[in-house]
């Protein structure tokens, strides 16, 4: 008889890893699924300036991978089982839950989604083309090999906030494309980035087309009010830039939106971060949740785990 585990963890970001935590250290027999590195979003985020009891490093800012190396160290301690896998169904009904993968089909009495999100795409002409070529969405990733340039972060939120600082550690000079007038980052971050004389800002802008020959050299830009259109280009001596795209993020919940109740896709909880389907729970971005941080993630998911194990203890599920 194929194997059955307490629990399954689909994604290995701050929730995940965090019910990875608490349900290895209940000695639940646990499977925690990942297609990718660990951390999600957060394993590209430059700086962490808000995990509590998170600031250290050179510049008193912890990176994201660090305190992502961290927590998976932490999740093997107490003894979880990993897959490098990517989920490709799931059957959720029933007592036992089947997750399928290219590897095989695993089974559990419980599961907790924790799929996290991803990025917006800005949805122009060239925005395909030239990603990986002049257009990113990980400063980290992708930040040093500016060094010198031109660089254009697209976004008002904290997120293109920060990374456009972050960005300013390589490039000439960063300017921010914002579509209004006002940035919706809030005013800590505001302060820092208005106070960086690399920064500069392009207010009331949207990007409508992303160009170039092989690589980006050009972007039309409309201006929100007056719906004018413009062409800025690459410095002739560059032939290039970077535009870093941060204008939000969206739920990776498209394997559940039929089996759970979602909301705009994003996946309902109770507080106990119960789904609408007996065993099955969701935790950190691809829930609904009034807030999207690491901190709350991995309440999330401690949340989660602590649920699973006193819906299995207490008979309710399993
Ligand atoms: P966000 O707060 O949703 O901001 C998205 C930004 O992109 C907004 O400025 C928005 O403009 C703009 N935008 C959205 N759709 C767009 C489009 N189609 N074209 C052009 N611009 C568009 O997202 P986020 O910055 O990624 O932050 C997500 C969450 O993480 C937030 O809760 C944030 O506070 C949190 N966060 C916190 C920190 C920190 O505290 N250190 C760091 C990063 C993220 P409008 O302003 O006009 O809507």
């Known amino acids: 008889m194929e194997k059955l585990y307490d629990l399954i963890i689909i994604g290995a970001g701050p929730a995940g890893l965090t019910a990875g935590l608490y349900a290895g250290r209940s000695r639940l027999d646990t499977l925690l699924i990942e297609k990718g590195q660990d951390g999600g979003q957060i394993a590209i985020t430059s700086e962490i300036e808000n995990y509590p009891g998170g600031l250290s490093g050179p510049d008193n800012i912890e990176s ?14 107490f003894g979880v089982e990993r897959l490098s896998a990517n989920v490709t169904e799931v059957e959720l009904e029933g007592k036992v839950k089947r997750v399928h993968t290219r590897h095989g089909v695993y089974q559990s009495k419980a599961v907790i989604i924790a799929t996290g999100a991803h990025p917006r795409l800005i949805g122009c002409p060239g925005e395909a083309e030239f990603t990986g070529r002049g257009v990113s969405y990980c400063a980290t990733c992708d930040g040093s090999f500016f060094e010198d340039f031109e660089v254009f972060v697209v976004g008002g939120g904290d997120t293109a906030v920060e990374e456009a600082m972050y960005l300013t550690k390589f490039a000439r000079k960063v300017t921010i494309i914002h579509r209004r ?25 949207v990007v409508v087309g992303l160009h170039g020959d092989g690589i980006l050299s050009g972007m039309t830009v409309k201006d929100t009010k007056t719906g004018e259109e413009r062409l800025v280009e690459a410095d002739p001596d560059d032939g290039m830039f970077g535009v870093f795209v941060f204008i939000g993020f969206l739920p990776n919940s498209e394997l559940f939106l039929d089996k759970v109740d979602t909301e705009w896709d994003y996946i309902l909880t109770d507080e106990s971060m119960r789904t609408s389907l007996p065993g099955v729970y969701a935790a950190g971005d691809v829930r609904k949740t009034p807030l999207r941080q690491v901190v709350t993630a991995c309440a999330d998911g401690a949340i989660a785990a602590m649920q699973v194990e006193h819906d299995l203890a207490s008979g309710v599920i399993g």
Request: glycine share 2%; net charge negative.
């Open 64 to 77: 994201g991978a660090e305190l992502i190396a961290r927590m998976t160290a932490q999740v093997a301690h």
């Open 181 to 205: 007038d006002e940035l919706r980052a809030v005013e800590s971050i505001r302060e820092r980035a208005f106070a960086n004389d690399k920064i500069e800002f392009m207010w009331n802008s």
